[in-house]
C-alpha cells in the first residue's frame, strides 16, 4: 500500500516476554491519524460499559466482561483493517534458533533492532514519512536510539525506486521524539497486547489448539470429526477460554480473507506480509544474520 496522508500516521506498540523465554515479540497497530481516531472510542465506549480498566491479554482467563471485551476488540480492529484503515504487525522470534541462541546476547540491543525492522516495515507498507510512535512504557527501549536509526532511513529500498530519467524524490522518514505510554490510557495499545498475546500463545500452545478445536467441531457435527481415544485437550480453563479467542479471530480473517493461517504451521501466521493484518515469524535470513552481543 502506497499511499500519502496529509496527516501523521500513528504507531501503537508493545512488546512482551521476558528475556529467558522462548518467545518474544512486539507488536504495532497503525493507521493514519483520522482513523485512530474514528477506532479509538468504539473501543474505550466496551471497556467503559464492561467496567474493565484495562484489557490484558494475560488476564483474559474466563473473567466474562474481559472476555466479551477482547472479543469486540478483535472485531472492531479486523473490520478497519479490511477496510485499509488500519494495519496490526507482530513480530515474533524465537530466542532457540540460531539467529539468538548465542553466547552473550544483548537482548535490550536486538529489542530495539527488532523495533527497528517492524517500524521500517510498517512505515513502507503505509508509504508515510511522518510518524508519531507512541509504545507502551514497560517496554526497556532506548527510544532515542531507536528514534535516530529510523530518521536515518529513506522510505523506499533502493531497488523499489527503478531506473528514471526523473526520479522520485525518496524522503528519510520523519519520527515525532518518542515518549512511552501508559497503556491504560491507550485502548489501541492494549489492543497491541491483546494480538501480540495471542501470537506467542498460539505458538506455545498452537497444537493443543488444533486438538481443542478438532473436539469442538466433533461436537457440533457429530460424524464428521473423529479423534483417537489417546487425544487429549486442553485441561486449563484459561487455555481453553484463548482457544475461543483464537478460533474468533482465525474465524474473522477467514470470513474476511485477510490471509491469516493458523492450521498450516500450527500459530497463527501471515505468508504475505503486506497483508493488514501481519503475524511475522522471524526467522534467520541467512547465516551471519545474528543478534548482537554484549561487548567484555
Same mark, same amino acid.
Given at each position: 500500500?502506497?499511499?500519502?496522508?496529509?496527516?501523521?500516521?500513528?504507531?501503537?506498540?508493545?512488546?512482551?516476554?521476558?528475556?529467558?523465554?522462548?518467545?518474544?515479540?512486539?507488536?504495532?497497530?497503525?493507521?493514519?491519524?483520522?482513523?485512530?481516531?474514528?477506532?479509538?472510542?468504539?473501543?474505550?465506549?466496551?471497556?467503559?460499559?464492561?467496567?474493565?480498566?484495562?484489557?490484558?491479554?494475560?488476564?483474559?482467563?474466563?473473567?466474562?466482561?474481559?472476555?466479551?471485551?477482547?472479543?469486540?476488540?478483535?472485531?472492531?480492529?479486523?473490520?478497519?483493517?479490511?477496510?485499509?484503515?488500519?494495519?496490526?504487525?507482530? $513480530? /515474533?522470534? +524465537? @530466542?532457540?534458533?540460531?539467529?539468538?541462541?548465542?553466547?552473550? &546476547?544483548?537482548?535490550?540491543?536486538? !529489542?530495539?533492532?527488532?523495533?527497528?525492522?517492524?517500524?521500517?516495515?510498517?512505515?513502507?507498507?503505509?508509504?508515510?514519512?511522518?510518524?508519531?510512535?507512541?509504545?507502551?512504557?514497560?517496554?526497556?527501549?532506548?527510544?532515542?536510539?531507536?528514534?535516530?536509526?529510523?530518521?536515518?532511513?529513506?522510505?523506499?529500498?533502493?531497488?523499489?525506486?527503478?531506473?528514471?530519467?526523473?526520479?522520485?524524490?525518496?524522503?528519510?522518514?520523519?519520527?515525532?521524539?518518542?515518549?512511552?505510554?501508559?497503556?491504560?490510557?491507550?485502548?489501541?495499545?492494549?489492543?497491541?497486547?491483546?494480538?501480540?498475546?495471542?501470537?506467542?500463545?498460539?505458538?506455545?500452545?498452537?497444537?493443543?489448539?488444533?486438538?481443542?478445536?478438532?473436539?469442538?467441531?466433533?461436537?457440533?457435527?457429530?460424524?464428521?470429526? $473423529? /479423534?483417537? +481415544? @489417546?487425544?487429549?485437550?486442553?485441561?486449563?480453563?484459561?487455555? &481453553?477460554?484463548?482457544?475461543?479467542? !483464537?478460533?474468533?479471530?482465525?474465524?474473522?480473517?477467514?470470513?474476511?480473507?485477510?490471509?491469516?493461517?493458523?492450521?498450516?504451521?500450527?500459530?497463527?501466521?501471515?505468508?504475505?506480509?503486506?497483508?493488514?493484518?501481519?503475524?511475522?515469524?522471524?526467522?534467520?535470513?541467512?547465516?551471519?544474520?545474528?543478534?548482537?552481543?554484549?561487548?567484555?
Amino acid at each position: 500500500m502506497q499511499t500519502n496522508f496529509r496527516h501523521a500516521t500513528l504507531a501503537y506498540g508493545d512488546d512482551s516476554g521476558s528475556y529467558d523465554m522462548r518467545y518474544r515479540r512486539l507488536t504495532l497497530v497503525s493507521g493514519p491519524e483520522p482513523y485512530c481516531a474514528e477506532l479509538i472510542p468504539l473501543l474505550e465506549d466496551k471497556l467503559t460499559a464492561e467496567a474493565v480498566s484495562e484489557l490484558k491479554f494475560e488476564e483474559v482467563r474466563g473473567h466474562a466482561p474481559k472476555m466479551r471485551t477482547a472479543g469486540h476488540f478483535l472485531e472492531q480492529t479486523v473490520a478497519y483493517c479490511c477496510r485499509n484503515k488500519l494495519r496490526v504487525d507482530v $513480530l /515474533l522470534w +524465537d @530466542n532457540y534458533d540460531s539467529r539468538h541462541a548465542i553466547s552473550h &546476547r544483548d537482548d535490550e540491543a536486538n !529489542l530495539v533492532r527488532m523495533y527497528y525492522k517492524n517500524l521500517l516495515h510498517v512505515a513502507r507498507r503505509w508509504g508515510a514519512v511522518q510518524w508519531r510512535f507512541l509504545p507502551d512504557e514497560q517496554s526497556g527501549v532506548e527510544w532515542n536510539e531507536l528514534r535516530n536509526f529510523l530518521n536515518n532511513t529513506r522510505l523506499e529500498k533502493p531497488a523499489q525506486r527503478g531506473m528514471s530519467l526523473f526520479p522520485k524524490s525518496n524522503p528519510f522518514l520523519e519520527f515525532e521524539p518518542i515518549v512511552s505510554q501508559n497503556s491504560v490510557l491507550h485502548s489501541l495499545i492494549q489492543t497491541a497486547d491483546l494480538f501480540g498475546g495471542l501470537s506467542r500463545f498460539s505458538h506455545e500452545k498452537g497444537r493443543e489448539y488444533l486438538k481443542w478445536i478438532g473436539s469442538e467441531e466433533a461436537k457440533e457435527q457429530p460424524g464428521l470429526f $473423529l /479423534l483417537d +481415544d @489417546n487425544t487429549e485437550v486442553g485441561d486449563s480453563k484459561a487455555d &481453553r477460554v484463548r482457544f475461543s479467542l !483464537l478460533r474468533k479471530l482465525d474465524g474473522l480473517c477467514k470470513q474476511s480473507k485477510l490471509g491469516v493461517s493458523l492450521r498450516t504451521w500450527s500459530a497463527l501466521s501471515t505468508p504475505n506480509p503486506n497483508n493488514p493484518i501481519n503475524f511475522w515469524n522471524y526467522v534467520p535470513q541467512h547465516e551471519m544474520d545474528k543478534a548482537p552481543t554484549k561487548s567484555g
